[in-house]
C-alpha cells in the first residue's frame, strides 16, 4: 500500500499555511509547513518531502532564488510555484528554473482546488519519471549482465578452440611420426596428405584462439600459417618443390574458411607431389578479394597434366575439392593454356545470396 504524499507548504503568510494545511490533509496529503525560504530548504535537505509548494515573495530568499537549491540536491522533490503576482512572466520564470507546475495565488474558492490539482498532477509527473529511470536502469543493468555473459562465453570459445588446435596439432604430430617411421614412400604420401588436412582445420582453431571475433577469420592469415605449416611439414618429404604465397587482406565466416583451407591443401600437396618430377620448382598460391567475392589460384610451372598423365586432384582427393566446392558454391576453373597446371576457384567470402 502506497503511503500518503508528504507536501512541504512554504509561505511567509502563517494563516495561509494553516489554511493549506488542512484542506490537503483531508484530502489525504501529509501537510508540514515552512514561514521562510531557507526554514523550507533546510527541511528538504533533511529528505522525506515528496512535494513542495513554494511561494514567490518571501524574506531572505524568494521562491525563484531557492528552486536552482532545491534542484541541484541528490534526490529533488517536486515543486509546484505558488504566487499573488497575475502576471505570467513569473510563472514562466519558475517553469525555466525548474518547477514542475505553477499556481496563481487568490485567497477565494479556486485557489485550493487548483494547488490540488497541480500538486496531484506534479506528483504524477514525478512517478512516471521515477519509473522511466528505474526502467532505463533495469535495461543498462539487464545489458551489463548480457555484455558479462557474453564475453564469458567468447572466453570460453577461445578456450576450447585453443585446446582443439592443441589436440589437432598432436594428431598432425603422430601421423608424421608414422609417416617417418614408415619405409613405403607411398604410405608416407598419404599420411602426408592427411597431416595437410588436420592442420587446415588446426590453423582454423588457432586463428580463432587469438580472436575477438569467433564468427570470422582473417582468410590472408589463415591460408598463410596454413602454407607456412604444410611448408614444414613436406620439407623433409621427398618432393621437388617449395611454396610461395600472395594473398589479398579478407575476413571470411570461418565455416567456409575450412572449406577453402582443405581445397587449398589438396591442391598445393597435388602440386608439389607431381609437378615437378625431376628438379626443384615453385608453387604458387594466389588470392584476389574483389568486395565479396574471392578468388584463389595454386599454379605451377610443371609438367601439366597432361604429360604426367594425372589430373590435378585425382581420387579422394579430387572427391574433397568436388564437395568442399560444391558447399562453397564455388567455380572451378583449370586454365589449359597455363604452361604447367594452374587450377582457380572463385567463391563469395559470406554465404551466397543465392544458396541456401
Known sequence: MESSPVVLYVDDDPGL???????LARHGYVVETATDGLTGLAR?????????????HM???????????????????SIVYVTGESQSKIAVAALKAGADDYVIKELNGEFFPLLRAALASSLHARKLE???????AEVRAARDRFQALAEERAVLIREMNHRVGNSLQLVASLLNM???????????????TAVGRVLAVSQVHRRLYTSDDVHTVSLDLYLGGL???????????????QISFQIDPAEILTDRAVAVGV?????VLNALKYAYPDRDGTVRVIGRSAGRRFALTVEDDGIGPGESGKAV????????????????????????QHRGTRVTIRFDSDEPQNHA
Request: charged share 30%; proline share 7%.
Open 59 to 77: 524574506p531572505g530568499k524568494t521562491g525563484l532564488e531557492l528552486i536552482p537549491t532545491i534542484r541541484a540536491l541528490p534526490e529533488p522533490p
Open 313 to 336: 586432384g585425382t581420387g579422394l582427393g579430387r572427391r574433397i575439392i568436388q564437395a568442399l566446392a560444391t558447399k562453397l558454391a564455388a567455380e572451378i576453373e583449370h586454365d589449359v
Open 178 to 192: 608414422q609417416a617417418s617411421a614408415n619405409p613405403d614412400p607411398e604410405v608416407k604420401s598419404v599420411l602426408a
Open 130 to 136: 521515477r519509473g522511466r529511470r528505474e526502467a532505463e
Open 263 to 267: 581445397i587449398m591443401t589438396e591442391l
Open 44 to 56: 528538504i535537505e533533511q529528505g522525506g518531502i515528496d512535494i513542495v509548494a513554494l511561494d514567490h
Open 17 to 23: 499555511c494553516r489554511l493549506a494545511e488542512k484542506d
Open 227 to 241: 602454407i607456412e605449416d604444410l611448408s614444414r611439414t613436406v620439407d623433409g618429404e621427398d618432393k621437388s618443390g
